[in-house]
Every structure is written in structure tokens, then in C-alpha cells.
């Protein structure tokens, strides 16, 4: 599923340059950092092997898997400086297209600590997706961003759940509901209804069946759209009698994502439902007193005074700063810049944060006082 929102709270960190597997190895790159200056140690790593890169984080395709028609579940391998997921999460993903690199966002379909999957259904006009599904095999290099979204399980978990999807709005509960088949403890009870246009396009039919047959716990009830009709809120009431009373998760298309809040809200309960809204984040107009503040670009000597709504991005550039850049959405993760003083305003949400050695966007983060990037 593609196109996401990008922010809201409790989204995890972006991706850091913290390297496993060889001790010491944190320090032995910062010793000799300063012999590749402008250019990091990770910046070789990263023209040797893309997967070696923190600051630009890559993965390589494994596998390929076909599900229902036109759509397909890569298996891929991330490289240094991956923090993981929660299910329900998405994935920024970077795709090389004759020389140009286009970003889009995927629902990540494997619980966490398996082999890392995401699922994607080839749009008819699309140029990115009919690519992954169709054009992309094993070995293929993506770039990636960190795990985004809050669409995801509470903890502790509810007594009853509810899973409300249409078309590709089944692969994020996917991965929920996959994880919740792990569980040694069992899982609440849970029904998931879950909507397609006919059995031959709905994916992961096989494994639904298969789960709501093996789970004592899961009922998984199927609606072919173009057989019975879309949802409608009393059909939701006749499936599931108790829906008032369980937490509900809803992912779609916009029709359905409508429909149930309006239901939901109707019905006074509203707060128990999670939904997962298919649109980017827009960057807010600065909160009252917020100020900029004094940019220091460490490496380049520059510094410059900076408005409390402009990105630091655009306070590089506009200063002469040769400024590392991707999407400029906050998608990409192409812009990150060490932070190494100062705090940072989030121009999508208000939220101050920051600290010495962090990863910034510049593209979507303000001076918030005075800070030092290290460009």
C-alpha cells in the first residue's frame, strides 16, 4: 500500500549510524573521519557496498513473491542502520527509474524480527509500483527510510479487535495479524473483515484461509465487492454484532475510511477506532513566539540567521550550502544531516527535538534557537 501519512507522535527516530558487529568500530570511524573530510567514512562504505551506508540506508531484494494478480511481496535485506518496525508500520522505499530515484511508501507485511516484507499491487498509471512488481528481482538495490506510522497494536492488547480493509488496505493488518500469530500467549479475539474485488484479486487469500481455519482466536470473513457490493454500515453491524465493543482498525480506500468514522462516531465511539489515512503531511505555519534562530554549517564555514518557518534545507541553499536533498517532503530521508548543537523546530508538527549527533530532515525541521549542523 503506498502513500502514507509521514509524521505524527511517537514516530520512531530516524535511521542512525550506529554500527554492529565489529567493536570498537564506533570509534575507529570517528578517528580516521577527519582524513575523508568533506566526505564521511560512511560515504566510502556506502561506494563500496550501498547496504554498508547508515546515513543513506539501502536494502537488496532476496526474493520476489507473487500473490494475487498484478501485486507481489519482496523479500528484502536492509543494510547498516536499520531500527526495525512495529507491525502496522510502513516503509519509505527509493526506486531507481532510468537515472531518476522516485520514493513511495509501503505497509510492511512481516512481523518484526522476520525477513523483512512488503507488499505491492501495480497501479494501472502508476510508474513506481508496476515497476516493483513487475521489473524488480533478486539483487536489486533500494534505498529505504526508517519504519513510519502510528496505524499499529496497542500494549497491553484489547480483549476483542476488529480489522476493517479493502483492497491493498489489507497488508499493514497483514502484518498484524502475523505477528499475532506468534504470540505463545495467544491473542485477543479477533475478526478481520476484509473486502476485494473478486477471490482471484484478493491478497493473501490463501494464507487468510489458512489462518482463520488453524487460529482458534481469528474469525476471517471475505467480501467480493463485485459479487455482493461494498460494505455499507449495516452489513458491518450484521457481520459483526459486537463491533461497539471492540477496538477497530479501518485501512482502505476513502470510501471506507468515511463510512467508518462516520459510523463510529454516530455511535459515540469514535476514539476506538484507528485509521489509516492515505495523504503527505503538509508543513504547518509556525507556532505564536516561535523564533529561528543563528545556523552554523560546521564544515562549510557558513553561518546564517534563519527564519522560525524555513527549512534548514532552504537556509543551506539559500547561503551557499552545498546541501545534501532528496524528495524535499520529508519522504526520503535523502537530506539527514548530523545535528551537533542546538534543537530543531518540526515544521509538520510543532515538536521541538534534538541532540548532539542526531540525524535531521532538513527539509522539514526549523531552527529553533541557535544549532550547528555539521554540512
Known amino acids: 500500500m503506498s502513500v502514507h501519512p509521514w509524521t505524527g507522535p511517537g514516530t520512531p527516530p530516524p535511521a542512525s549510524s550506529r554500527t554492529s558487529g565489529w567493536p570498537g568500530a564506533r570509534a575507529a570511524l ?7 573530510s568533506p566526505l564521511t567514512v560512511d560515504d566510502y562504505l556506502g561506494l563500496i557496498d550501498p547496504l554498508w551506508s547508515a546515513r543513506h540506508p539501502a536494502a537488496r531484494v532476496t526474493a520476489v ?17 536499520w531500527q526495525g518496525h512495529r507491525a502496522g508500520q510502513y516503509l519509505p522505499v527509493g526506486v531507481e527509474i532510468d537515472g531518476v530515484r522516485h520514493w513511495r511508501t509501503y505497509s510492511i507485511t512481516s512481523p518484526p524480527g522476520d525477513e523483512l516484507t512488503i507488499t505491492v499491487k501495480a497501479h494501472p498509471e502508476g510508474r513506481v509500483s508496476p ?7 533478486p539483487g536489486t538495490v533500494l534505498r529505504i ?36 500469530a506468534r504470540r505463545r500467549a495467544g491473542a485477543p479475539d479477533t475478526l478481520l473483515l476484509h473486502s476485494a474485488p473478486s477471490a482471484q484479486e484478493c491478497l493473501f487469500r490463501a494464507e487468510l484461509d489458512s489462518l482463520g481455519d488453524e487460529l482458534p482466536w481469528l474469525t476471517v470473513r471475505l467480501n467480493w465487492t463485485r459479487t ?13 454484532p459486537d463491533w461497539r465493543q471492540r477496538d477497530a482498525w479501518v485501512c482502505g480506500p476513502a470510501g471506507l475510511l468515511e463510512l467508518a468514522v462516520r459510523h463510529w462516531a454516530a455511535a459515540g465511539v469514535r476514539e476506538r477506532l484507528a485509521v489509516e489515512r492515505f495523504h503527505l ?3 504547518l505555519p509556525p507556532r505564536a513566539g516561535a523564533v529561528g534562530g543563528q545556523v552554523r554549517f560546521h564544515r562549510s564555514g557558513v553561518e546564517v540567521v534563519a527564519a522560525a518557518d524555513a527549512p534548514l534545507l532552504v537556509t543551506g541553499e539559500s547561503a551557499g550550502v552545498l546541501m545534501p536533498h532528496g524528495c524535499r517532503r520529508g519522504l526520503c530521508f535523502g537530506c539527514l544531516a548530523p ?37
Open 131 to 137: 515497476h516493483l512488481v513487475h521489473r524488480t528481482g
Open 228 to 240: 455482493h457490493g461494498r460494505l455499507a454500515a449495516d452489513r458491518i453491524g450484521g457481520l459483526c
Open 30 to 36: 570517528a578517528a580516521v573521519s577527519w582524513l575523508t
Open 339 to 375: 545535528l551537533l548543537d542546538g534543537r530543531v523546530r518540526d515544521l509538520r508538527t510543532g515538536e521541538l527535538h534534538g541532540e548532539p549527533g542526531e540525524l535531521i530532515q532538513t527539509c522539514v525541521n526549523g531552527a529553533a534557537g541557535n544549532l550547528v549542523l555539521d554540512l
Open 281 to 283: 503531511a503538509s508543513l
Open 65 to 81: 513473491r507473487r500473490e494475487a494478480a498484478g501485486a507481489a511481496t519482496l523479500v528484502i535485506r536492509p543494510g547498516r542502520g
Open 145 to 180: 527510510g526508517p519504519a513510519q506510522g502510528e496505524f499499529v497494536l496497542p500494549s497491553p492488547l484489547p480483549g476483542r479487535l476488529l480489522f476493517l480493509t479493502a483492497g491493498s488496505g489489507i497488508t499493514p493488518v497483514m502484518g498484524m495479524l502475523r505477528t499475532l
